[in-house]
């Protein structure tokens, strides 16, 4: 079985109301497909993300003819070389290869993969807090109020982008808002030092219901997050934007984080993506995936939750939650899963069990223009 073809959809879609976190404001959102078609006509989607496009051209000039007439099964060496190029564009290839496989077999990722553990797999509510609304807190509790109204019972909030005192302004009424009944992580995008953390310290040691702080510091300070998590009483994440399983060998040996939060799509490749997270098992460091990004890498996120062993007291039914974009995003409707009371189902089916929708596919296409 062979690469016949490939072909990309790149996706553009311009906010009407921007938004963001400490790395700034958010004026539109991407999203770039491929579909590998084999010499046995079986098909598979992949995803990566980067600005369109450099992604573009590299795939059309370089990532394809490089890939036409290649084996299917050579998959770990075929996106091993890929890494080296651009660890993204092996993220997508090693989506859709996957695929493929998985409908060659007539089985399922998940029972491609080994089989799952689990039907279900929680996902919590991602918000980008800041907008450019005078009264932006009062816009990010309304948001945060839609959620819990759909159904979600844990969610991550932005902090970094504004002075400490705003930012906990913000989160003290969210705080009230939730009433300890649902439980939240507070995301800093790596934009404190070590003293603006522990202006926090306090205000944090107060609440219950937080799951964790992600990010507060440049992720490369691994000493400095294993000096904070001996200070702060909430756990620590981080690492979402690591691309290999070697990455996060220096964080897991110094014990540096409570959990990692690698994404199938920053990371070169889903097989090394899922092998993260069964050395975090090994190390006793709890895994919640990254996914804002993604449309389909989002599912791959829940396909390897599914399968991932639980750990500890953590029982077969509980799982680390997987990141779920409720943004104003309409590439999250490309694939239709939809969480209900904040779990997603695991799709039966071969392949990844769903269907892409066309439409929302040729809506969006790309004009071609650069942007900014
Ligand atoms: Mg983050």
Request: charged letters at 20%.
């Amino acid at each position: 079985m062979y690469i016949r073809k490939i072909d990309t959809f790149p996706l553009f879609y311009r906010l009407p109301k921007p938004y963001g976190d400490a790395n700034g404001m958010k004026t539109y959102r991407t999203c770039y497909l491929i579909r590998i078609t084999t010499d046995t006509g079986v098909e598979g989607w992949g995803e990566c993300v980067d600005w369109l496009p450099t992604l573009h051209k590299g795939f059309h000039e370089r990532i394809i003819p490089n890939l036409i007439g290649k084996p299917v099964l050579n998959r770990i060496q075929l996106v091993g070389a890929l890494q080296k190029w651009h660890p993204r564009s092996s993220a997508a290839v090693s989506m859709a290869l996957t695929e493929i496989m998985a409908k060659t077999c007539s089985v399922s990722i998940c029972d491609l993969w080994g089989g799952k553990f689990r039907e279900k797999v929680p996902v919590y509510a991602s918000f980008q807090s800041y907008s450019e609304e005078l009264d932006w807190q009062k816009h990010s509790l309304n948001e945060i109020d839609k959620a819990i109204n759909q159904g979600f019972d844990k969610l991550k909030v932005k902090i970094g982008g504004k002075s400490i005192f705003e930012d906990q302004q913000h989160i003290v009424s969210v705080q009230k808002l939730l009433q300890g009944k649902i439980s939240m992580a507070l995301d800093a995008n790596q934009s404190y030092d070590l003293t603006a953390v522990l202006q926090w310290q306090s205000l944090l040691a107060t609440w219950s219901n937080l799951l964790w702080v992600e990010e507060p510091l440049d992720i490369k300070h691994i000493n400095e997050y294993a000096q904070l998590r001996n200070r702060l009483t909430t756990p620590l994440a981080g690492g979402e934007n690591l691309e290999s399983v070697t990455d996060f060998i220096p964080i897991l040996s110094k014990h540096a984080l409570d959990y990692i939060t690698p994404d199938p799509m920053h990371m070169a490749g889903v097989d090394g993506y899922r092998e993260t997270l069964r050395l975090a098992r090994n190390f006793g460091i709890r895994a919640t995936p990254h996914s804002f990004d993604g449309a389909l890498s989002r599912l791959y996120a829940i396909f390897a939750q599914a399968n991932l062993e639980p750990w500890g007291k953590m029982g077969v039914d509980t799982i680390e939650p997987v990141e779920w974009d409720v943004m104003d995003n309409p590439f999250l409707n490309l694939f239709p899963i939809h969480p209900l009371n904040g779990e997603v189902s695991i799709p039966l089916g071969c392949g990844i069990g769903v269907e892409i929708d066309l439409d929302i596919l040729a809506h969006y296409q790309w004009d071609g223009s650069s942007y900014l």
